[in-house]
């Protein structure tokens, strides 16, 4: 495969790179402001609490703890949202790095390969001209031997001079430099990660399971009948079907 193919497919799959990057880093700088907000709203909640401890009744207080207790999970659902979104970003960029290293490793095999196809094809038609060189310096020969018993002066003397060096010509330098062209497919690499129940590669928008313990952890949204992002923990149909078994 030629050099701008490589460039040429390479740049295919990274068109999109840049957009869910930006949408990444766009719904974790969302997930930081939504984290601070929380944090103002349990500052004050706190503020409420100890200054107003003495006076409040002992619902008040309950209601105001149960409060916190809520902001302090939401944030920690944003945390660990954040946390999937870098993830998830850090696999997006490095299954292209990967990539990158691959068509680069087949590229310079094919480099080589067409080398060596090159120098084989050069060295197969040296021979040959020096074959055909040394048929024709027989044949000369032989010619000339045949006028020197036929006697004749003339005739000596024009067929030595197809004798002299210089009077054959010789291939050209660059004779044989003869690139074939090499047409491939570009196959799937085989050390690509897969994910999902559809055990396919990382695509589009996906999700973490948030089970620690499953062993599939990420799935594309399409796959586990989701649109959007639901609010709060996430569990996938295996996961969940476990959890209510036990």
């Given amino acids: 495969m030629a050099a701008g193919m490589y460039l040429e497919h390479y740049l295919d799959s990274i068109e999109n790179l840049p ?3 930006q949408r990444n880093f766009n719904l974790m700088r969302d997930l930081d402001q939504r984290t601070e907000d929380l944090k103002g709203q349990i500052d004050n909640l706190a503020k409420e609490y100890t200054s107003n401890a003495r006076t409040l009744s002992s619902e008040q207080k309950l209601s105001i703890l149960r409060q916190i207790q809520q902001s302090f ?6 945390g660990d949202d954040k946390v999937q979104l870098a993830m998830q970003t850090y696999e997006m960029v490095d299954k292209h790095i990967r990539r990158l290293d691959t068509d680069l490793a087949r ?3 094919d480099l080589k390969e067409k080398q060596i196809e ?18 024709k310096v027989a044949k000369t020969r032989s010619k000339v031997k045949s006028s020197d018993e036929d006697g004749s002066p003339k005739s000596v003397q024009k067929k030595v001079k197809l004798l002299q060096p210089g009077e054959f010509s010789t291939p050209a330098a660059n004779f044989g430099n003869v690139h074939p062209s090499d047409v491939l497919d570009m196959p799937v690499d ?22 620690t313990d499953c062993s599939i952890e990420w799935f594309h949204f399409a796959c586990v009948g989701l649109t959007t992002k639901p609010r709060g923990k996430w569990y996938c149909p295996r996961c969940t079907q476990d959890r209510k078994r036990k």
Avoid at 73 to 78: A, D, H, V, Y
Avoid at 200 to 207: A, D, K, L, N, P
């Fill in 19 to 21: 957009f869910e990057l």
């Fill in 73 to 78: 999970s939401k944030s920690k659902e944003f």
């Fill in 107 to 109: 590229f310079e095999a």
């Fill in 118 to 135: 090159s120098t084989d094809y050069d060295s197969a038609s040296s021979k040959g001209d020096s074959r055909v060189q040394k048929e």
């Fill in 190 to 211: 085989p050390n690509e990660p897969t994910y999902c129940l559809c055990h396919q590669v990382s695509y589009g928008e996906m999700i973490g399971c948030d089970n």
